[in-house]
């Protein structure tokens, strides 16, 4: 059975003593969680150690990074390798967000191989796709999501790619109040599991998680995770409400 997810992501958001506060509300909260309902923290770099110290031993509480380096170890200054990662419990790494594709110019072909990279580390991609306002209003979604996942996930064999995560996020819908609709997602998931299927057969396709993302918050979340496709959500802006967070986890 392809696992449910309720994933935070935190982005560039808190110091220290809000993450920590933040942490420390949801360490005291019992989610309705098992091993196919599970939630993930994409928290940034300089507080993962402690949201392990806080939420890792929590069962089905997992620890994400929002990004990690393609190459192993060396002199890239400023980047953190996915051992680092590992090292300090982290099981999760997102990658492909639409807001590092467009401010860190990060494309396919690097995607691909940061995909391998965390892969051959052990941890789970939580791979972001998505298309721009102007490629919906266009009409042209379909064709550009396949494109992101063909070029950065079909080098993958059938085991590996089980091993992804996927996010569909609307690049209209983040942060700005603007949900697809439950119609609208289902439409997409179900289009890009057609793709996973003719890639990798039914069989395969059927053990992918395609999370959504994209202004998912308490209200909406349950009509969201309900749809057939739709395994879970990547949340921004509701994720720093603890509250809200733990709506949408008992949502799944
Ligand atoms: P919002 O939930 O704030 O719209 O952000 C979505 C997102 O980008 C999650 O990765």
């Not at 940034?44 to 170890?73: M, R, T, V, W």
């Not at 996020?169 to 057609?194: C, D, F, N, V, Y």
């Given at each position: 059975?392809?696992?449910?997810?309720a994933?935070?992501?935190?982005?560039?958001?808190?110091?220290?003593?809000?993450?920590?506060?933040?942490?420390?509300?949801?360490?005291?909260?019992?989610?309705k969680?098992?091993e196919?309902?599970?939630?993930?923290?994409?928290?940034?770099?300089?507080?993962?150690?402690?949201?392990?110290?806080?939420?890792?031993e929590?069962?089905?509480?997992?620890?994400?990074?929002?990004?990690?380096?393609?190459?192993?170890?060396?002199?890239?200054?400023?980047?953190?390798?996915?051992?680092?990662?590992?090292s300090?419990?982290?099981?999760?790494?997102?990658?492909?967000?639409?807001?590092?594709?467009?401010?860190?110019?990060?494309?396919?072909?690097?995607?691909?191989?940061?995909?391998?990279?965390?892969?051959?580390?052990?941890?789970?991609?939580?791979?972001?796709?998505?298309?721009?306002?102007?490629?919906?209003?266009?009409?042209?979604?379909?064709?550009?999501?396949?494109?992101?996942?063909?070029?950065?996930?079909?080098?993958?064999?059938?085991?590996?790619?089980?091993?992804?995560?996927i996010?569909?996020?609307?690049?209209?819908?983040?942060?700005?109040?603007?949900?697809?609709?439950?119609?609208?997602?289902?439409?997409?998931?179900?289009?890009?599991?057609?793709?996973?299927?003719?890639?990798y057969?039914?069989?395969?396709?059927?053990?992918i998680s395609?999370?959504?993302?994209?202004?998912?918050?308490?209200?909406n979340?349950?009509?969201?995770?309900?749809?057939?496709?739709?395994?879970?959500?990547?949340?921004?802006?509701?994720?720093?409400?603890?509250?809200?967070?733990?709506?949408?986890?008992?949502?799944?």
């Amino acid at each position: 059975m392809r696992k449910k997810i309720a994933a935070a992501n935190w982005k560039m958001n808190t110091t220290l003593a809000e993450a920590e506060s933040l942490l420390q509300t949801m360490q005291g909260f019992a989610p309705k969680l098992d091993e196919n309902h599970i939630a993930v923290f994409g928290i940034p770099f300089p507080y993962l150690s402690l949201a392990g110290e806080k939420l890792g031993e929590k069962p089905f509480h997992f620890i994400a990074a929002q990004n990690c380096s393609d190459k192993a170890s060396g002199a890239y200054t400023g980047e953190v390798s996915v051992a680092m990662l590992q090292s300090v419990g982290v099981r999760y790494v997102i990658l492909g967000h639409s807001e590092r594709r467009e401010y860190q110019q990060e494309g396919n072909a690097l995607l691909a191989a940061k995909t391998d990279a965390v892969l051959q580390g052990g941890l789970t991609p939580i791979f972001c796709c998505g298309e721009s306002l102007s490629i919906r209003e266009a009409g042209t979604q379909d064709a550009f999501v396949q494109k992101q996942i063909e070029e950065s996930l079909f080098h993958l064999d059938a085991q590996q790619i089980k091993q992804v995560v996927i996010a569909y996020e609307p690049i209209w819908a983040i942060g700005t109040g603007k949900t697809a609709s439950s119609a609208q997602a289902q439409e997409m998931h179900a289009h890009l599991r057609s793709v996973f299927a003719k890639q990798y057969g039914d069989d395969v396709a059927a053990e992918i998680s395609i999370l959504y993302g994209g202004s998912v918050k308490g209200a909406n979340a349950a009509e969201l995770f309900g749809q057939p496709d739709v395994d879970g959500g990547l949340v921004g802006g509701a994720s720093l409400n603890a509250e809200e967070f733990l709506t949408i986890m008992n949502a799944l």
